[in-house]
């Protein structure tokens, strides 16, 4: 390899996140350094003395301009506290439906059952994951939500020339196409001219999930995106609440709700009739002006998913002693 000499790259900056997060012990910062021509490096260091380096990171995975060999990759954030194993099957058997190929899952913290249902999908290639902020005299409470932000950027550069989008969400959302005739992301998106957008912002509609809201004529069911589906009546517009599509090869950072630096193409607001972030929640704060005047209404779009959905679900279900007992629920 060349030998480079570091003084020579002079395009280095970084990007920090917040200032209100930086009244935590650790905040994320991301160093960006332009290979100014030099072939790509072994390794990479920080210091601050050129002549003391000892901190020396060998680099995992360099971006290339092949063609991806996945098209849809799910980047969440990190996996903490208590989840149900249902919950759980749910997300990532709708999302493949969507056509989300991979899932790439930070992992902090979970219990014995849902290492056996990750490590089940892990073994069929579907999900990949790693262990987040599992370090010696280091609590999640140091970070800002479990460094979120720098789960998603990690995020990004390893599917970078791998899968060309990333999309963004949490578990509890799933950004639905809102046509009748659309059932993936990629029907959805042909309604789109992508041509030079590089991300793709979802409005989000909140769905209750207590006791003010009901099942829509199946008590017995358990899925969630089959089940409850009073929303409210009004979208929260991107930047606030949103999750996002991203051409991978293009973002330079990620932000939670929105892109934080892009090196080609435009952000593009998808219209809530052709896509929508179904956001569901028990304890929704009405903080909005606007939102306290929202009305609960019943929307029955998730439900064309529900055959599928629900023979995936019983499958997952039967291998690791789930109980599933939900009946189908029709479209109208």
Request: aromatic share 12%.
């Amino acid at each position: 390899m060349e030998e480079i000499n570091p003084r020579q790259c002079m395009f280095v900056f970084m990007i920090s996140e917040y200032l209100i997060y930086l009244s935590y012990r650790f905040t994320s910062v991301y160093f960006i350094c332009y290979l100014c021509g030099h072939d790509p490096p072994d390794a990479v260091s920080i210091a601050t003395d050129i002549n003391v380096i000892s901190n020396i990171v060998p680099v995992q995975r360099m971006f290339n301009n092949i063609e991806p060999e996945i098209k849809f990759t799910f980047c969440l954030s990190p996996v903490h506290g208590t989840i149900g194993d249902l919950d759980l099957v749910e997300w990532i058997e709708m999302n493949r439906i969507l056509g989300i190929q991979k899932f790439i899952m930070y992992i902090h913290n979970t219990n014995n059952k849902i290492e056996k249902i990750l490590d089940y999908y892990s073994s069929i290639g579907v999900v990949e994951t790693l262990p987040w902020l599992n370090i010696t005299n280091i609590n999640s409470e140091d970070f800002f939500y479990f460094a979120q932000l720098s789960a998603l950027n990690d995020c990004l550069y390893r599917m970078k020339g791998v899968s060309e989008y990333i999309a963004v969400s949490d578990m509890d959302e799933f950004i639905i196409p809102q046509n009748k005739k659309d059932y993936t992301l990629t029907d959805m998106m042909q309604r789109i001219n992508v041509n030079n957008i590089t991300a793709l912002l979802f409005s989000n509609v909140f769905y209750r999930l207590d006791e003010i809201s009901v099942h829509y004529e199946s008590p017995s069911s358990e899925l969630v995106t089959q089940s409850w589906l009073l929303k409210y009546d009004v979208e929260y517009k991107p930047p606030d609440r949103s999750k996002y599509i991203v051409k991978t090869n293009h973002i330079i950072t990620l932000d939670v709700h929105d892109m934080n630096a892009v090196n080609h193409g435009n952000e593009h607001i998808v219209s809530p009739n052709i896509g929508l972030l179904h956001h569901y929640r028990r304890h929704i704060v009405r903080e909005k002006f606007w939102f306290r005047k929202s009305k609960l209404v019943t929307d029955t779009t998730a439900l064309k998913y529900g055959k599928q959905l629900n023979e995936r679900v019983r499958r997952i279900c039967k291998v690791f002693n789930i109980y599933c007992e939900f009946q189908q629920v029709e479209s109208t």
